[in-house]
């Protein structure tokens, strides 16, 4: 459906240094799917989305949208922004404020080129779009005369009147408080898996990500480090970045005692000991590698019970955070580390506790340092 | 034991909802005196002004009975109603010519990739360096009899003196290109206030670019537009030195010139009708100025900076930008280039007769040894920079604690706010025409001194201080001074301590812009100054009106120079610590 190839688009600072942009990003959304990029603010996912909408201009790179190619790096091929038949939202929403509700979702049906509506044929599609963000009943109002989330559902339905064929999510819950948030949340999926339109959604937030989307791209730095389903992210991350970006973790360096094959089970020589972790790609003996485990992955035993086990360390819980239903430990391990571990609250386990923490070998994922 | 305890919190609860009403006094020390000082300084003018014009003025200067026949004089004579046509016209015109090249010039800087640019900013600067008077006599030297612009026509089409600049359209050319770069700062402030994101989703809509133009950009930005107009209307209808230098030798009379006739005409002066005019001009200009306040409310409504996200957008105009590069220079040369050249090139004649192909052999730099040397110029340029800068240094402290008493809702603040900016509704002759009554009839000698000039420009400039500092002390949060409070500081020393810091940026331009207002104007100090207490401006006003074009030529081109240094500094502070001031 949408083809985004080598990407590349650097911003020069004043000075000339470079200040940001993408570095040869590549990936594919398929039709009717919601795909996320996904990252720290300056990541360039914005960068991204621009490029694709045709608001900015790549430095290099191919973008095909259904089998059309709407920029072309080599032979500088363009399609302006208002031929491609993309949707978008904007993070500031940007409804015109001298335009009435029905005016602002009517306008990209009104200036439209290659087909005209009728006047008839116009307002049924307007309304239908107002009917679905639940405006409909406010569409004579001035659009100044809405509240924040009604602005936001307005220029959703602005982006969806003409049916595009891609739509363009920036940020889009960033600037509403935190109740409203999720509501909208569902109701953007809501509205995507109905109209099955094919959407880019862009946030920094990665619940948000998480909750809402078929694939996540995560980038940093201008590039793309990983590309997965939601559970592959948070299950099998693939370097410290993503580790660390996606949730909670626990992160410990060290090298592999032998070589490990992709998908199979390996030994790291750690700071903590010598740890049996899985290996999603391949790794040679003696290569520097990190290791990751989630914190309720970890299981939490008493201390004085039998012999030490494989992938097991002794420490003290220097605190328990109760969350309801779950609780935080927080494990101190020889005064040299500390370990995060969530379990449940009933488990008898208090503060100043000696305890061990068993990190099981398939949860115990080895990625690159 | 518990009931005693429950009665004390119930007296205690009542006692709490008596007090609570009135949290604090209603008026505050510093409020008093600044108002004392305000009145002080702006009732005397407007009651003097409104009593000449009700009251005959015996011989010895004192009022007889009251009578209302200057204004049944005023309103039969042919001359009232001609000049308020004239002066409309003239306004409309000039502010069409100020907003059409003004906005034409900020759009192309603002919103395309034209190469060039960003030089258009030096333009204003230069300016904002050049006072009104200086800039009407280059363009009257352009387009004058013996001008250079006459003399092409003749020799193409074989017709003298084909355009005769003493006439409505050259007022309004004059005056209107000279509110160029006023019109271009604020579009342009105007535009980048802005948030892109609107243009944007025009296009993403589907929308081309002349398209977006039209239907957001031109529709949103229509209120500011109207606003500005509605300004530069008001500012020409008050304007003097156009319509003294052109409209007065080419018989259009406009308000504000009768008025200077009537106060400076042969012989004794007309009390009675020049503050009858003077009483009417005020009026429309107050309600002109009641009528923009709306607008510009509704003006700024679409501006919403956003920040976060914010790219202005510019437009590829391909091969075309060279052509609105032309234009950019173009609009350069019109409002800034020729009058320079024309003065330059003046300054450095023996005698002025035109450009001709003889008056370029005659290149000497006499002007400027004459000039230079001891004599009253120094002494003019000194009077005036000491007039500038104690104009500044009383308004601008003193309206940042007014600003701040009125921002912070203080006790009575509001009411400083309304005193200090209600001078916005004289225009600068009425003023002086005010002043000069008060002068003349204090019995101190105080008439033809620098400091009623001074006292005179501190009231009428004293309503921009308060724009600068109350946009200054709106962008420092308010919790900065409650922080201060709450460590224990009265609310002096937070004023000294954390306002007046946080302040230094936009007071610093504030008082360079006053300067740079004060040292330039003509019809304030012009009824004012006597002998020994000349001022720039009205020097060369006056070498103007006695034909001294190559003296007054050199006078400017040294002054414009110093003031040029002056109005870019200005622009450094003012863009280093980004102030805004409405």
Same mark, same amino acid.
């Given at each position: 459906?949408?083809?985004?190839?080598?990407?590349?688009?650097?911003?020069?600072?004043?000075?000339?240094?470079p200040a940001g942009g993408v570095f040869t990003v590549s990936f594919e959304v398929q039709k009717g799917e919601m795909f996320t990029l996904l990252g720290p603010s300056g990541c360039g996912k914005t960068t991204t989305l621009r490029c694709i909408a045709g608001l900015e201009t790549p430095d290099q790179g191919v973008i095909t949208l259904d089998n059309e190619t709407i920029f072309d790096g080599p032979t500088d091929k363009i399609v302006p922004?208002?031929?491609?038949?993309?949707?978008?939202?904007?993070?500031?929403?940007?409804?015109?404020?001298?335009?009435?509700?029905?005016?602002?979702?009517?306008?990209?049906?009104?200036?439209?080129?290659?087909?005209?509506?009728?006047?008839?044929?116009?307002?049924?599609?307007?309304?239908?779009?107002?009917?679905?963000?639940? $405006? =409909?009943?406010?569409?004579?109002? %001035?659009?100044?005369?809405?509240?924040?989330?009604? &602005?936001? +559902?307005?220029? *959703?339905? !602005?982006?969806?009147?003409?049916?595009?064929?891609? $739509? =363009?999510?920036?940020?889009?819950? %960033?600037?509403?408080?935190?109740?409203?948030?999720? &509501?909208? +949340?569902?109701? *953007?999926? !809501?509205?995507?898996?109905?109209?099955?339109?094919?959407?880019?959604?862009?946030?920094?937030?990665?619940?948000?990500?998480?909750?809402?989307?078929?694939?996540?791209?995560?980038?940093?730095?201008?590039?793309?480090?990983?590309?997965?389903?939601?559970?592959?992210?948070?299950?099998?991350?693939?370097?410290?970045f993503v580790a660390n970006f996606i949730g909670r973790t626990n992160m410990f360096r060290g090298q592999c005692v032998n070589n490990a094959e992709a998908g199979a089970m390996g030994t790291v020589r750690s700071e903590i000991g010598e740890v049996r972790c899985h290996f999603p790609a391949r790794h040679g003996a003696g290569e520097n590698v990190s290791f990751v485990v989630r914190p309720e992955n970890i299981e939490l035993r008493e201390a004085?019970?039998?012999?030490?086990?494989?992938?097991?360390?002794e420490g003290k819980v220097m605190s328990r955070v109760y969350l309801g239903e779950i609780a935080e430990y927080s494990i101190d391990v020889d005064g040299k580390f500390q370990l995060l571990v969530r379990g449940a609250p009933g488990n008898g386990v208090k503060a100043g506790d000696r305890v061990r923490a068993y990190l099981p070998p398939e949860k115990t994922i080895a990625i690159f340092t | 034991m518990s009931q005693m305890a429950s009665g004390?919190?119930?007296?205690?609860?009542?006692?709490?909802?008596?007090?609570?009403?009135?949290?604090?006094?209603?008026?505050?020390?510093?409020?008093?005196?600044?108002?004392?000082?305000?009145?002080?300084?702006?009732?005397?003018?407007?009651?003097?002004?409104?009593?000449?014009?009700?009251?005959?003025?015996?011989?010895?200067?004192?009022?007889?009975?009251?009578?209302?026949?200057?204004?049944?004089?005023?309103?039969?004579?042919?001359?009232?109603?001609?000049?308020?046509?004239?002066?409309?016209?003239?306004?409309?015109?000039?502010?069409?010519?100020?907003?059409?090249?003004?906005?034409?010039?900020?759009?192309?800087?603002?919103?395309?990739?034209?190469?060039?640019?960003?030089?258009?900013?030096?333009?204003?600067?230069?300016?904002?360096?050049?006072?009104?008077?200086?800039?009407?006599?280059?363009?009257?030297?352009?387009?004058?009899?013996?001008?250079?612009?006459?003399?092409?026509?003749?020799?193409?089409?074989?017709?003298?003196?084909?355009?005769?600049?003493?006439?409505?359209?050259?007022?309004?050319?004059?005056?209107?290109?000279?509110?160029?770069?006023?019109?271009?700062?604020?579009?342009?402030?105007?535009?980048?206030?802005?948030?892109?994101?609107?243009?944007?989703?025009?296009?993403?809509?589907?929308?081309?670019?002349?398209?977006?133009?039209?239907?957001?950009?031109?529709?949103?930005?229509?209120?500011?537009?109207?606003?500005?107009?509605?300004?530069?209307?008001?500012?020409?209808?008050?304007?003097?030195?156009?319509?003294?230098?052109?409209?007065?030798?080419?018989?259009?009379?406009?308000?504000?010139?009768?008025?200077?006739?009537?106060?400076?005409?042969?012989?004794?002066?007309?009390?009675?009708?020049?503050?009858?005019?003077?009483?009417?001009?005020?009026?429309?200009?107050?309600?002109?100025?009641?009528?923009?306040?709306?607008?510009?409310?509704?003006?700024?409504?679409?501006?919403?900076?956003?920040?976060?996200?914010?790219?202005?957008?510019?437009?590829?105009?391909?091969?075309?930008?060279?052509?609105?590069?032309?234009?950019?220079?173009?609009?350069?040369?019109?409002?800034?280039?020729?009058?320079?050249?024309?003065?330059?090139?003046?300054?450095?004649?023996?005698?002025?007769?035109?450009?001709?192909?003889?008056?370029?052999?005659?290149?000497?730099?006499?002007?400027?040894?004459?000039?230079?040397?001891?004599?009253?110029?120094?002494?003019?340029?000194?009077?005036?920079?000491?007039?500038?800068?104690?104009?500044?240094?009383?308004?601008?402290?003193?309206?940042?604690?007014?600003?701040?008493?009125?921002?912070?809702?203080?006790?009575?603040?509001?009411?400083?706010?309304?005193?200090?900016?209600?001078?916005?509704?004289?225009?600068?002759?009425?003023?002086?025409?005010?002043?000069?009554?008060?002068?003349?009839?204090?019995?101190?000698?105080?008439?033809?001194?620098?400091?009623?000039?001074?006292?005179?420009?501190?009231?009428?400039?004293?309503?921009?201080?308060?724009?600068?500092?109350?946009?200054?002390?709106?962008?420092?949060?308010?919790?900065?001074?409650?922080?201060?409070?709450?460590?224990?500081?009265?609310?002096?020393?937070?004023?000294?301590?954390?306002?007046?810091?946080?302040?230094?940026?936009?007071?610093?331009?504030?008082?360079?812009?006053?300067?740079?207002?004060?040292?330039?104007?003509?019809?304030?100090?012009?009824?004012?100054?006597?002998?020994?207490?000349?001022?720039?401006?009205?020097?060369?006003?006056?070498?103007?009106?006695?034909?001294?074009?190559?003296?007054?030529?050199?006078?400017?081109?040294?002054?414009?120079?110093?003031?040029?240094?002056?109005?870019?500094?200005?622009?450094?502070?003012?863009?280093?610590?980004?102030?805004?001031?409405?």
């Amino acid at each position: 459906m949408l083809r985004v190839q080598d990407l590349f688009k650097r911003y020069q600072a004043q000075a000339g240094e470079p200040a940001g942009g993408v570095f040869t990003v590549s990936f594919e959304v398929q039709k009717g799917e919601m795909f996320t990029l996904l990252g720290p603010s300056g990541c360039g996912k914005t960068t991204t989305l621009r490029c694709i909408a045709g608001l900015e201009t790549p430095d290099q790179g191919v973008i095909t949208l259904d089998n059309e190619t709407i920029f072309d790096g080599p032979t500088d091929k363009i399609v302006p922004m208002y031929d491609r038949d993309i949707g978008m939202v904007f993070q500031s929403y940007a409804i015109w404020p001298h335009m009435t509700v029905f005016e602002n979702a009517a306008y990209p049906l009104r200036v439209a080129r290659k087909k005209k509506y009728s006047r008839e044929d116009l307002e049924k599609r307007v309304d239908r779009v107002l009917e679905m963000v639940g $405006l =409909l009943k406010f569409k004579r109002r %001035s659009a100044t005369q809405l509240s924040g989330g009604q &602005q936001q +559902r307005l220029a *959703l339905a !602005r982006a969806l009147v003409r049916e595009p064929k891609l $739509l =363009l999510l920036d940020e889009p819950l %960033s600037n509403l408080d935190a109740q409203l948030r999720e &509501q909208m +949340r569902a109701e *953007l999926k !809501r509205i995507q898996l109905e109209w099955g339109v094919t959407t880019i959604y862009v946030t920094h937030d990665q619940a948000e990500a998480m909750a809402i989307s078929d694939r996540i791209a995560v980038l940093d730095h201008g590039k793309l480090v990983q590309l997965g389903t939601p559970d592959e992210i948070y299950e099998l991350p693939r370097s410290e970045f993503v580790a660390n970006f996606i949730g909670r973790t626990n992160m410990f360096r060290g090298q592999c005692v032998n070589n490990a094959e992709a998908g199979a089970m390996g030994t790291v020589r750690s700071e903590i000991g010598e740890v049996r972790c899985h290996f999603p790609a391949r790794h040679g003996a003696g290569e520097n590698v990190s290791f990751v485990v989630r914190p309720e992955n970890i299981e939490l035993r008493e201390a004085s019970v039998g012999a030490m086990g494989d992938n097991t360390i002794e420490g003290k819980v220097m605190s328990r955070v109760y969350l309801g239903e779950i609780a935080e430990y927080s494990i101190d391990v020889d005064g040299k580390f500390q370990l995060l571990v969530r379990g449940a609250p009933g488990n008898g386990v208090k503060a100043g506790d000696r305890v061990r923490a068993y990190l099981p070998p398939e949860k115990t994922i080895a990625i690159f340092t | 034991m518990s009931q005693m305890a429950s009665g004390a919190a119930v007296t205690t609860a009542i006692e709490a909802a008596y007090v609570a009403p009135r949290r604090g006094p209603r008026y505050s020390i510093p409020v008093i005196v600044l108002s004392a000082i305000l009145l002080v300084l702006i009732l005397p003018p407007t009651i003097f002004l409104i009593k000449v014009s009700i009251y005959t003025t015996r011989p010895d200067g004192a009022f007889g009975e009251l009578t209302l026949k200057y204004y049944q004089q005023l309103f039969a004579s042919r001359f009232f109603v001609s000049a308020l046509v004239n002066t409309t016209i003239y306004s409309i015109g000039s502010a069409v010519i100020a907003i059409g090249l003004g906005t034409m010039q900020a759009l192309i800087v603002e919103r395309t990739n034209t190469p060039g640019r960003r030089w258009v900013l030096l333009g204003a600067i230069i300016s904002l360096g050049i006072p009104g008077v200086l800039y009407t006599v280059s363009w009257l030297l352009i387009l004058g009899r013996s001008g250079p612009l006459n003399s092409v026509i003749e020799n193409i089409t074989g017709v003298k003196a084909a355009l005769n600049v003493y006439s409505m359209w050259g007022m309004t050319l004059i005056e209107g290109i000279h509110f160029v770069p006023l019109t271009y700062l604020m579009m342009s402030a105007v535009l980048r206030g802005t948030d892109a994101s609107f243009e944007e989703a025009s296009m993403m809509s589907g929308a081309k670019p002349l398209r977006t133009f039209w239907k957001i950009t031109l529709r949103m930005g229509l209120p500011g537009v109207m606003a500005l107009l509605l300004l530069v209307f008001i500012r020409a209808f008050e304007s003097f030195e156009v319509p003294a230098l052109v409209g007065l030798a080419g018989n259009i009379n406009v308000l504000t010139t009768n008025i200077y006739q009537s106060s400076k005409g042969s012989g004794a002066m007309d009390y009675g009708q020049s503050g009858a005019y003077s009483v009417c001009l005020l009026v429309i200009v107050a309600g002109l100025l009641v009528w923009y306040s709306r607008l510009s409310k509704n003006a700024h409504q679409y501006q919403t900076i956003t920040g976060k996200g914010y790219r202005p957008r510019v437009m590829n105009l391909g091969k075309w930008r060279y052509a609105t590069s032309a234009l950019l220079a173009v609009i350069f040369l019109l409002v800034t280039g020729l009058p320079l050249i024309m003065l330059v090139f003046t300054s450095l004649q023996p005698f002025y007769e035109g450009v001709t192909a003889d008056s370029f052999r005659r290149f000497t730099l006499e002007n400027y040894r004459v000039l230079l040397g001891p004599g009253s110029f120094r002494d003019s340029i000194w009077n005036t920079l000491v007039m500038g800068a104690s104009v500044s240094t009383f308004v601008v402290p003193f309206t940042a604690l007014c600003a701040w008493l009125a921002a912070r809702r203080k006790p009575g603040g509001w009411v400083l706010d309304q005193i200090a900016t209600a001078p916005l509704v004289f225009p600068a002759i009425v003023l002086s025409v005010a002043f000069l009554y008060v002068f003349v009839n204090l019995p101190i000698p105080l008439y033809g001194t620098l400091l009623s000039v001074i006292l005179a420009s501190s009231v009428r400039y004293m309503p921009y201080g308060m724009r600068y500092a109350y946009a200054g002390i709106l962008q420092i949060h308010r919790e900065l001074e409650d922080a201060s409070s709450s460590s224990g500081a009265k609310q002096a020393s937070t004023f000294m301590r954390i306002v007046l810091p946080l302040l230094a940026g936009s007071l610093v331009s504030a008082w360079l812009f006053i300067f740079l207002l004060s040292v330039q104007a003509v019809s304030l100090p012009l009824l004012l100054v006597g002998p020994g207490t000349e001022i720039v401006a009205v020097t060369l006003f006056d070498l103007w009106q006695n034909g001294q074009v190559t003296e007054l030529a050199s006078m400017g081109v040294v002054w414009v120079s110093l003031m040029v240094v002056v109005s870019a500094i200005f622009h450094v502070v003012t863009r280093r610590y980004q102030v805004m001031a409405g």
